[in-house]
Each structure stands twice: as structure tokens, then as C-alpha cells.
Nanobody, 124 residues
Framework: QVHLVESGGGLVQAGGSLRLSCAAS????????MGWFRQAPGKEREFVAA????????YYADSVKGRFTMSRDNAKNTVYLQMNSLQPEDTAVYYC?????????????????WGQGTQVTVSS
């Protein structure tokens, strides 16, 4: 069982930056692949980024590649999403998720645990 709590969301102007954090409680954090997803009003939840267990590999949606960076600190049971050059279309609730196993996945249905989400709003 893993409990996830996101933080760091807020209101920012276009071109600005935010860093989201996701703190995990529970055992064996290192055994989980971690992902970030987002959901804008009226839209389906979409993949943003994922990171493998030993932080060797990261994967990004095309829409955020080059602007967002995901990282994890296994000693602190925390993952981060550094978001730069934010645009209004990045406005959404951002969710952290954990998936058991070693395979990095981009489908929300393959993640086992979810946080409550944190709102990111980018004004133009």
C-alpha cells in the first residue's frame, strides 16, 4: 500500500515555472514506477511523465518534452516534476501515481495508487 500526497501547485503566468512534489508513504517506495498525469476540465486524464525505479529512464508526453523534468529521490520517498515555460494549455489538476513492477507505463489504467491531485493554473 502506498499513500501519495502532491504539493506545489498554484497560479503562475505564462512562461513561468513551478515544481510539483509527491511524497509517498508506505513501504518499498523504490519498488514502484512513478508517474505524473494531468486532467483539464472536460478532458480525459492524460500522461505527462514517468520515471523508472532506479531513475535510469524517464519518459515524457510530447506536449511537455523539453519543458518538464521528472526526478525522484528514493531516500526521501519523493518524486518531483519541474515545469518550465508553462503555458495556459498546461492548466490542469496534476496527479502523482505509483505502479508496481519494473516496466515504465504511460497508461493511467496501469497505475495502482493515486494522489489527490494539485491544481496548476497558468494565466496568459
Amino acid at each position: 500500500q502506498v499513500h501519495l500526497v502532491e504539493s506545489g501547485g498554484g497560479l503562475v503566468q505564462a512562461g513561468g515555472s513551478l515544481r510539483l512534489s509527491c511524497a509517498a508513504s508506505g513501504r518499498n517506495f523504490m519498488n514502484y514506477v512513478m508517474g505524473w498525469f494531468r486532467q483539464a476540465p472536460g478532458k480525459e486524464r492524460e500522461f505527462v511523465a514517468a520515471i523508472s525505479r532506479p531513475s535510469i529512464s524517464t519518459y515524457y508526453a510530447d506536449s511537455v518534452k523539453g519543458r518538464f523534468t521528472m526526478s525522484r529521490d528514493n531516500a526521501k520517498n519523493t518524486v518531483y516534476l519541474q515545469m518550465n515555460s508553462l503555458q495556459p494549455e498546461d492548466t490542469a489538476v496534476y496527479y502523482c501515481a505509483a505502479a508496481g513492477g519494473a516496466v515504465v507505463r504511460t497508461s493511467s489504467g496501469r497505475y495502482d495508487y493515486w494522489g489527490q491531485g494539485t491544481q496548476v493554473t497558468v494565466s496568459s
